[in-house]
T-cell receptor, first 114, second 115 residues
Framework: AQSVAQPEDQVNVAEGNPLTVKCTYS??????LFWYVQYPNRGLQFLLK??????LVKGSYGFEAEFNKSQTSFHLKKPSALVSDSALYFC????????????FGAGTRLFVKA | SAVISQKPSRDICQRGTSLTIQCQVD?????MFWYRQQPGQSLTLIAT?????????ESGFVIDKFPISRPNLTFSTLTVSNMSPEDSSIYLC????????????FGPGTRLTVL
């Protein structure tokens, strides 16, 4: 079955420190992987995607993600966290299940402390 | 990108009534989706809204409960019928614009509370 897992419900990091939000996936075939962010009382915003090519993908707001095929992971990273990065982050995978569908992880809440 | 608006932004409804949520996009899009999200939780795909044909529903969602219209390439509605408190959730419209394959854009959501 196609699935995506975010093992951490919450990540806490101090402002200025690097942050990592973890994601692992399980799909048959080549994965299409995504990160979305949801700020309080707002809709989801697209951050970045991996389709093919370089394993390190750069996205919006200074975020990047690294695709690791052997570990089936797509962790989200940022070298220096900002308080304004505090939000709910969703990893997602595009998979074929009788039609192409986007399957979302459970989400990880990121708290960046000043 | 695509700019998506939803109406209403929120509503409080009585059990047994129905609510229709509108989704308007500022450009023509082929793919349009409806999701449900419990506050602070993940998204669950309800259905894909197909222009000119019946929507494609995911397992656990049926047309009688969640009828969907898609009269053109910029507009869709989702109705939550015969509501119960279990339907309290955030309902999100999403599109995949032509030329931005594999990127989904989301509306601001409709927060529904059923009493």
């Amino acid at each position: 079955a196609q699935s995506v897992a975010q093992p951490e419900d919450q990540v806490n990091v101090a402002e200025g420190n690097p942050l990592t939000v973890k994601c692992t996936y399980s799909v048959s075939g080549n994965p299409y992987l995504f990160w979305y962010v949801q700020y309080p009382n707002r809709g989801l915003q697209f951050l970045l995607k991996y389709i093919t090519g370089d394993n390190l993908v750069k996205g919006s707001y200074g975020f990047e993600a690294e695709f690791n095929k052997s570990q089936t992971s797509f962790h989200l990273k940022k070298p220096s966290a900002l308080v304004s990065d505090s939000a709910l982050y969703f990893c997602a995978v595009r998979a074929y299940t009788g039609g192409f569908k986007t399957i979302f992880g459970a989400g990880t809440r990121l708290f960046v402390k000043a | 990108s695509a700019v998506i608006s939803q109406k209403p932004s929120r509503d409080i409804c009585q059990r047994g009534t129905s609510l229709t949520i509108q989704c308007q996009v500022d450009s023509q899009v082929t793919m349009m989706f409806w999701y449900r999200q419990q506050p602070g939780q993940s998204l669950t795909l309800i259905a894909t809204a197909n222009q000119g044909s019946e929507a494609t529903y995911e397992s656990g969602f049926v047309i009688d409960k969640f009828p969907i219209s898609r009269p053109n390439l910029t507009f869709s509605t989702l109705t939550v019928s015969n509501m119960s408190p279990e339907d309290s959730s955030i309902y999100l419209c999403s599109v995949e614009p032509s030329g931005r394959a594999n990127e989904q854009f989301f509306g601001p959501g409709t927060r529904l509370t059923v009493l």
